[in-house]
């Protein structure tokens, strides 16, 4: 496990993790950023008191995207089905046309004989 310093609102925290030193500080830095703008919009706020109002706001917004990230996971699923519907509609039709192209072929061939035999008669009958 790796530790990495960051600096939040003036104060120096260890943090512990797997991630990499770089997407920890890119993390507290955006932490730090928020903890900021909240600080700046209300400047009699404890520190205490900002850090919920900026986890507030980051579950917040975590939720927001979730939730947006599902509905588009959904639209992707529905979709996905369609698509399949779709490709499943297509391998029927293109069995059906195999079936009549071949249906047609053999009424091509019945007819010509038809047409042979017709001939034959009437050239008999001459």
Same mark, same amino acid.
């Given at each position: 496990?790796?530790?990495?310093?960051?600096?939040?609102?003036?104060?120096?925290?260890?943090?512990?993790?797997?991630?990499?030193?770089?997407?920890?500080?890119?993390?507290?830095?955006?932490? #730090?950023?928020?903890?900021?703008?909240?600080?700046?919009?209300?400047?009699?706020?404890?520190?205490?008191?900002?850090?919920?109002?900026?986890?507030?706001?980051?579950?917040? #917004?975590?939720?927001?995207?979730?939730?947006?990230?599902?509905?588009?996971?959904?639209?992707?699923?529905?979709?996905?089905?369609?698509?399949?519907?779709?490709?499943?509609?297509?391998?029927?039709?293109?069995?059906?046309?195999?079936?009549?192209?071949?249906?047609?072929?053999?009424?091509?061939?019945?007819?010509?004989?038809?047409?042979?035999?017709?001939?034959?008669?009437?050239?008999?009958?001459?």
């Amino acid at each position: 496990m790796k530790t990495t310093k960051v600096r939040i609102c003036n104060t120096e925290y260890v943090i512990k993790g797997d991630e990499s030193e770089e997407y920890i500080e890119k993390i507290a830095l955006f932490v #730090d950023k928020k903890m900021n703008s909240i600080i700046r919009e209300n400047p009699k706020l404890s520190l205490s008191t900002a850090a919920v109002l900026t986890a507030v706001n980051v579950s917040y #917004d975590y939720f927001k995207e979730r939730d947006q990230a599902n509905k588009q996971k959904d639209l992707m699923d529905e979709f996905e089905k369609k698509s399949k519907d779709q490709v499943s509609r297509v391998r029927l039709l293109e069995a059906k046309i195999e079936k009549l192209t071949q249906a047609n072929s053999e009424l091509k061939e019945t007819l010509t004989k038809t047409e042979e035999q017709l001939k034959k008669a009437q050239n008999e009958f001459r």
